[in-house]
T-cell receptor, first 115, second 112 residues
Framework: DAGVIQSPRHEVTEMGQEVTLRCKPI?????LFWYRQTMMRGLELLIY????????DSGMPEDRFSAKMPNASFSTLKIQPSEPRDSAVYFC?????????????FGNGTRLTVT | LAKTTQPISMDSYEGQEVNITCSHN???????ITWYQQFPSQGPRFIIQ???TKVTNEVASLFIPADRKSSTLSLPRVSLSDTAVYYC?????????????FGDGTTLTVKP
């Protein structure tokens, strides 16, 4: 089991540029979550999917953020345009099912720096 | 969602047992308690989950009193590699698992 795979591990970009973060969940897991972690705000849930369908995106900070899950093995989080305050570590997590006491399995994150 | 309160930091020494307590006074009937561990530059890792009484696995034990308003994560005989941030989460896995909120966590430092 390769675990949750995120890419890239590090991303440095300039303000105004588009940023796309990628995630491959664990095979067989049907729930996927995007989190953001900063020193000031800790770990924040941005959005989660069940069976590729977005269930709750209330944590997405603003319209500049969007997430998609075109199939069970791939998801993207896009920021357009990026701003310095978006600098953070972005984690993707998956679980067997949102519910049924299924724990979250996290990737190692993408560290985003917007200058 | 139940709010959790944990100590910001704890220090221990190798070989000692460490107990980290989490307060969740407004825990709901259907809420489960889950603990995660996070090392620097890594995502959180599931440690243990429980609903009531005591749960034990190969890594830790989780003690939950009858009123469920708090829980204690117990790490037996810690080593330097147990230095990490530990998060307590409370939520109903059936309806809002995706909204499980990570608090500030407890930074555990194990000293030689």
């Amino acid at each position: 089991d390769a675990g949750v795979i995120q890419s890239p591990r590090h991303e440095v970009t300039e303000m105004g540029q588009e940023v796309t973060l990628r995630c491959k969940p664990i095979s067989g897991h049907n729930s996927l979550f995007w989190y953001r972690q900063t020193m000031m705000r800790g770990l924040e849930l941005l959005i989660y999917f069940n069976n590729n369908v977005p269930i709750d995106d209330s944590g997405m900070p603003e319209d500049r953020f969007s997430a998609k899950m075109p199939n069970a093995s791939f998801s993207t989080l896009k920021i357009q345009p990026s701003e310095p305050r978006d600098s953070a570590v972005y984690f993707c997590a998956s679980s067997f099912q949102a519910g049924y006491n299924s724990p979250l399995h996290f990737g190692n994150g993408t560290r985003l720096t917007v200058t | 969602l139940a709010k959790t309160t944990q100590p910001i930091s704890m220090d221990s020494y190798e070989g000692q047992e460490v107990n980290i307590t989490c307060s969740h006074n407004n825990i709901a009937t259907n809420d489960y308690i889950t603990w995660y561990q996070q090392f620097p530059s890594q995502g959180p890792r599931f440690i243990i989950q429980g609903y009531k009484t005591k749960v034990t696995n190969e890594v830790a034990s989780l003690f939950i009193p009858a009123d469920r308003k708090s829980s204690t994560l117990s790490l037996p005989r810690v080593s330097l590699s147990d230095t990490a941030v530990y998060y307590c989460l409370v939520g109903d896995p059936w309806t809002n698992a995706g909204k499980s909120t990570f608090g500030d966590g407890t930074t555990l430092t194990v000293k030689p």
